[in-house]
């Protein structure tokens, strides 16, 4: 594959994250929560004439990514980008608007420049992490409520429909940075992510590993169902470690320690936060992250 005479090699991927555009991330648009007190998605449209919250959302999603970015990108000699998606996407949960018109443009885009997309659903409903990216701060009760589980699984089967055998698919992130109870004390998301409602916080917690790898595997499952999502084995299914990388040696992985037949093309994601590095003991040097990593992630 090439673009402007750069060659791409399709089995190295060398992308960015589109962040801020399809999710908004206070601290990168400030601008746009002028007038509130809110820090994070939850809250803006409450605070906000519906309106003046329409036509600041739909300005936003107009100019922060447009098709001049994906060219950029190609340009560059990158391949790929990840488009984090809420999981309102559809327009199916008022107040919030929904955002599936912006995710077309950019498999259009992509495909236009020779770019793959993967997207990454990155909120859930309560939160998975009750981080300000993960939809609204200080609260992370998702996975305790069956029926905000299966919406999830839901929003997940629809976006394999839709895009499933678009070319510029390159795969679907199950959910972004889970809270699991290995990162729940370095996070202190109680303390760092002060809930505006305490009672709406109320049960709070992180996830335990076995719900979790459970819900992987029903994930996957569902993608791949023809009847469900029908997401084709040439696209990936990527899971986040939550932030422990050592809960995996054996996942999705049979006897001989090979991948277990039902599963195909699957990737572990990790994200090696200098932050996350520091609270672990990592001296604050290159040197020292460099050793670091190497002697943790080996």
């Given amino acids: 594959m090439t673009y402007e005479g750069v060659h791409m090699n399709p089995d190295y991927i060398k992308g960015v994250n589109l962040g801020n555009w399809l999710v908004l991330e206070k601290w990168m648009s400030p601008a746009l929560f002028d007038g509130t007190t809110a820090d994070d998605e939850y809250y803006l449209p409450t605070q906000l004439d519906p309106a003046v919250y329409e036509a600041r959302i739909k300005t936003h999603r107009a100019e922060y990514?447009?098709?001049?970015?994906?060219?950029?990108?190609?340009?560059?000699?990158?391949?790929?980008?990840?488009?984090?998606?809420?999981?309102?996407?559809?327009?199916?949960?008022?107040?919030?608007?929904?955002?599936?018109?912006?995710?077309?443009?950019?498999?259009?885009?992509?495909?236009?420049?020779?770019?793959?997309?993967?997207?990454?659903?990155?909120?859930?409903?309560?939160?998975?992490?009750?981080?300000?990216?993960?939809?609204?701060?200080?609260?992370?009760?998702?996975?305790?409520?069956?029926?905000?589980?299966?919406?999830?699984?839901?929003?997940?089967?629809?976006?394999?429909?839709?895009?499933?055998?678009?070319?510029?698919?390159?795969?679907?992130?199950?959910?972004?940075?889970?809270?699991?109870?290995?990162?729940w004390p370095m996070m202190n998301v109680t303390e760092r992510y002060k809930a505006v409602d305490p009672e709406l916080a109320e049960g709070t917690g992180p996830i335990a590993f076995d719900w979790l790898k459970d819900f992987y595997v029903t994930a996957y499952h569902r993608l791949r169902d023809a009847d469900k999502g029908a997401l084709p084995t040439d696209k990936a299914v990527v899971f986040h470690d939550g932030f422990d990388i050592e809960q995996w040696k054996d996942f999705m992985r049979g006897s001989d320690g090979r991948l277990a037949p039902e599963f195909e093309n699957v990737v572990l994601d990790t994200h090696q936060y200098l932050m996350t590095a520091e609270m672990m003991g990592c001296p604050q040097t290159v040197e020292g992250y460099d050793d670091f990593v190497r002697n943790t992630y080996a």
């Fill in 65 to 183: 990514i447009n098709e001049r970015d994906f060219a950029t990108i190609a340009s560059w000699g990158l391949n790929s980008v990840r488009i984090p998606v809420p999981y309102f996407i559809f327009g199916d949960r008022a107040p919030f608007i929904g955002c599936i018109d912006e995710l077309d443009k950019a498999f259009n885009w992509a495909e236009k420049y020779g770019l793959t997309i993967l997207i990454d659903l990155r909120t859930a409903p309560m939160s998975q992490n009750g981080f300000d990216n993960g939809g609204i701060s200080g609260v992370c009760k998702w996975a305790q409520l069956p029926d905000e589980v299966e919406f999830v699984l839901s929003v997940l089967e629809r976006l394999a429909k839709r895009y499933g055998h678009r070319q510029a698919l390159m795969g679907i992130e199950i959910i972004n940075e889970p809270n699991t109870t290995t990162s």
